[in-house]
């Protein structure tokens, strides 16, 4: 190994996030509110049927 480089470090590996369907969110629904630290987000499904998250 050449004095200049450096010993590679492996990094710890990331779990895969979790995946859900938007039919479990949203069930016959085409809005739900979902509340972090006490503020309202809003997740719609637009008539394009598109999701949008909005504050």
């Known amino acids: 190994m050449n004095p200049a480089q450096k010993p590679r470090v492996s990094e710890p590996q990331k779990a895969a996030p979790q995946r859900i369907a938007s039919a479990a ?3 016959p629904n085409r809005e739900l509110v979902i509340v972090r630290n006490g503020r ?6 637009t008539q394009n049927d598109k999701l949008i998250l909005t504050a």
Do not use: K
């Open 25 to 27: 969110l949203l069930g």
């Open 40 to 45: 309202e987000y809003r997740l719609r499904l």
